[in-house]
């Protein structure tokens, strides 16, 4: 990943052993990183890696990773934490969430106790709003996503994503208008 610009790369590798490099940076995927900076916003960061812009990634296959309290721990290790446990549902301490999502199936790290195995570094420089980052999350489980509650690829089992890395630059989304 030496190309300036927003990119990120993983491997994704399925129990069955099939397993798969994808790397994805502009024009044709899509990468970014949308930081809702507010408290009550759960001080939350959005990194999407995807494979196309449509839709903001969500026409096709796509990694997304929740960070919550970026500016309690703006460089270094992060714990996991329950997944879908963002935005304004953050806790009080710093943590990340990780998803895969592939058609109407989704993937993410659970609810359940911290695996060691899953785990994200990054590095924000405020100055330029860079952040780059390492992560690897093996035996994401399956997850309702959607429309859908069984989802299709669940006979391959569960998804790992490892080797992960990406650079993007951090859009600071404007304050939720008040009411």
């Not at 408290?39 to 959005?46: K, N, S």
């Not at 404007?174 to 009411?179: A, G, I, K, M, Q």
Request: hydrophobic share 35%; net charge negative; charged share 20%.
């Amino acid at each position: 990943m030496e190309a300036p610009g927003p990119q990120g790369a993983f491997t994704l590798e399925h129990t069955n052993g099939a397993a798969s490099d994808l790397s994805w940076s502009a024009p044709e995927g899509h990468v970014f990183c949308r930081w809702y900076a507010e408290p009550e916003r759960g001080d939350y960061l959005w990194i999407r890696l995807a494979q196309t812009p449509e839709q903001d990634g969500d026409a096709g296959p796509r990694l997304d990773i929740d960070v919550c309290r970026l500016s309690q721990r703006p460089s270094g290790r992060y714990e996991p934490m329950p997944a879908g446990a963002h935005g304004s549902h953050c806790s009080p301490d710093p943590g990340f969430a990780i998803w895969w999502h592939e058609g109407d199936d989704a993937f993410n790290n659970g609810a359940g106790p911290a695996d060691p195995s899953c785990a994200l570094e990054i590095q924000f420089d405020a100055a330029s709003m860079t952040l780059t980052g390492e992560f690897a999350c093996a035996d994401l489980a399956s997850a309702p996503h959607a429309e859908t509650t069984e989802p299709k690829l669940q006979a391959l089992g569960p998804v790992s994503v490892l080797a992960g890395r990406f650079r993007c630059d951090v859009q600071r989304m404007p304050p939720r208008p008040s009411s």
